[in-house]
């Protein structure tokens, strides 16, 4: 495991963001979602392409808070420019995602 400075760990911007929109993505390669999460009036709604697909279904994913990359460069995935990366561990079962254990304002920080 590589070693970071905290002034590396900064310029993560990781924010909350609530999943409005969800819906399945056949363009992609590896079964995928397409989302859009609002991460509040600064940085607003970002699209994204999550690989989530083992353990959750678009109906569930709408209203619930995630955490998220909002920092990154855009990504062209298939069709799609992604636009924000949600974090999520990876288990045997599937990707779990990493979201808030209490509601929290879109786009607060992660610091």
Request: proline fraction near 9%; glycine fraction near 10%.
């Amino acid at each position: 495991m590589e070693t970071i400075s905290w002034n590396d760990f900064e310029k993560v911007e990781l924010r909350v963001g609530t999943i409005v929109k969800a819906e399945s993505f056949p363009e992609a390669r590896v079964p995928a979602f397409k989302l859009l999460v609002d991460f509040g009036e600064d940085i607003g709604t970002r699209k994204s392409s999550a690989q989530i697909t083992d353990l959750y279904n678009p109906d569930e994913l709408v209203g619930k808070q995630i955490v998220g990359v909002v920092n990154f460069p855009p990504k062209q995935i298939g069709p799609m420019r992604s636009e924000c990366l949600v974090t999520g561990f990876f288990s045997p079962e599937g990707v779990v995602l990493a979201i808030p254990d209490k509601p929290c304002p879109n786009g607060l920080k992660l610091g």
